[in-house]
């Protein structure tokens, strides 16, 4: 009988109470996932290549465990309070039937660890299952394919979600349980009073109000701008600043609330925005808490996706392969060198091409200043209109007055090799070329229009004219090796102007038919352990593979995007319980309110549409305050702290991460639905007629 009636009740509260269940379930699968990160097919690849940085970043996983559980605990403990409330009248009539305190107490617990047990026996297997599709996707993604996949499950990560999960659980429980089995029957019994606060004069939330707007705008104009992320203090400055405006902005919501009741009429019009207006003056500062985490929220995930995708979609990949030399071996010698080595390894047939690129400095006079001049192309960047672009064009190309030089063969061997057109340069004609990390796709626009009309330009004393498209294409593997100017000259030209005094770098690209046999990871791989059993290094020679370059690369993916995305699911699994959890509690405070509609005629359709309607808006402002600043506080992310590692790709991640902001808005809908149907469900109860005793 006793085992019955727990489980009756534990499944009645999982029905009851699906959007707290749901959001125990998403912290399961949040936890393991951050848990098992360096069980997942890309840290073990990250490892091989950037250890130590990888080992840096794994050190911060028990930090973020630990701080996600104390978040997690003032949930549960947030929720599990009003779900016992929520029941007081039950509790009081065991109590009244001769149940003791003490078995009042183990039913609780009894109930709640049955619940508990059930989250984990649904969260574990779709965090073990989501955990195996990520692995796939990234083994993909980053060439490894399916032969490169394994599955692995974390032992360590089970046992410490496990742990930690019904830790904060049975203590959060333990603590609320107590309060209830010792107090009173007829407290118990009793309804709950209605707490009034007093209203302050109108002038305070108008104040309130317009300070709230002013300390939001310094704030995002801040971090906007930069300021923010150049000065340790102005940080804390801009925090303080977006976190007591975005408390005073809610505070004084009660005067456009007002305006609201006022404006919408209709039959139960004023009461509804008269119940929401008492919600956000005794809500102020739930509100304003749950708005920033879902802005938080906003933020990291569309941040994280944004730099992921982008960066997976930016690598244009040509080179697998870049052999230099630290033992000064002559510029002549370094190809034949390489392909002995090569050959020495029976690595010749792993490679379809191995072509220098030459990278040389003006060497025909001694002066450092003004050897090259092109006027045109400044006078016509300035005679646009005015426009960040033109601003960064401006600046960077005022330090272009000792170019580096490139040849051309050695340019159009690359081109051929990425499936581009070619140069064809005369004996007086120059080609631009600047890396992809210092330019993007409206500066590139801006100076190819400015190459069209072929600028002239003057190099040590000798007219030139630019021509061609801007050419961006890397010049070899390692993506450390970047030019922010440079010029493509005719051979002959090269050679003239460098005086055969350059720097050579041997690229090198690997077969396609080994490539779609095992995979482009896993080919380079193998490579790479024939070079490495070769050393190299006694030969004066050092190698950069893509493997390592990609394993670098994909680090600041994985800490840019991994981490910010796990951050994004536990705020708005904790913001939107809050506020759902919040609304439900003050509208069964307010219980007596419903029931004297009931008395006035109302039925259940017109007590159900009034509480979506406030459940729409007590949600929905929150949602719409940080849905309007995430926009601005990604830029502020995407354009301040991670600007100089995202370089050109500042506009791209903005659109990545407006759909996603865009998608987690379709989730808050779901939540907000979640709460509308736990609403009608209590509003139903209270159309039975209450008597008056």
Known sequence: MFSDLILRNSK??????????????????????????????????????????????????????VLTLGILFFLIYFACKYQLQRRRHEFGVYLM?????????????????????????????????????ISLVTAKTVGMGIIGHQFSLSGSALIFTIAGFLMIKLVAFSILSTKICFREIGSLLGDESEITKKQKPQFVYILSLLGGLFLLAAAYTMAIRGTAWQIPGMMFVTELSGFFGTLLLFYGMRILVQIFSKIRGGRLGVFNFRQLEENVIHQSTTMAVSSLLILAALCCFGAGVGIAGTNAQSDDHVLDYTFDSYDDIPSEKMLPTIQTILAEQELEEQFSALFPMRIGHIRTTEAYEDVFQMDPVMDAIAALPKSYAQDILLNNLSYTDKPYLLSQSDYNTLLELAGKPTLDLAQNEAGVYISADFTDAERTNILNQILSTRPEAELDGAQIFLTGDLQTTNLVTDRTITLSFALILPDEQFRYYTQDQYSVYINGVLSQDKIDQIGLMQAVSQVDDRLDTANLSSKGISYESYLQNMGRSLFYVVAGSYITIYLAIIF????????????????????????????????????RKSGRSQVQWFMGLPVAVAALSSLLGVKAIVGGALAGRIGGSQNAILLVSAAMILLLLVVEYIYITVVKRSSDRYLLTLMQPQREE
Not at 42 to 54: G, H, R, T, Y
Not at 106 to 133: H, K, N, T, W
Not at 578 to 594: D, E, H, P, T
């Open 12 to 65: 009645r509260s999982r029905k009851e109470n699906g959007l707290f269940f749901s959001s125990l379930v998403i912290s399961i699968v949040a936890f393991y996932l951050i848990l098992s990160l360096s069980k997942q097919d890309v840290m073990i690849f990250l490892q091989k290549m950037e250890s130590d940085a990888v080992n840096k970043l794994l050190l911060l996983v028990p930090v973020f465990y």
């Open 97 to 133: 039937m001769g149940m003791e305190k003490a078995k009042l107490f183990s039913m609780l617990l009894a109930e709640d660890m049955m619940s508990s047990f059930l989250a984990l026996l649904i969260g574990l297997p779709v965090a073990v299952l989501l955990s195996e599709v």
């Open 572 to 607: 708005m699994v904790v913001a939107n319980t809050i506020l759902g959890v919040q609304f439900l509690m003050s509208q069964r405070k307010s219980g007596r309110r419903y029931q004297t509609l009931v008395r006035l005629g109302a039925d259940y359709s017109v007590l």
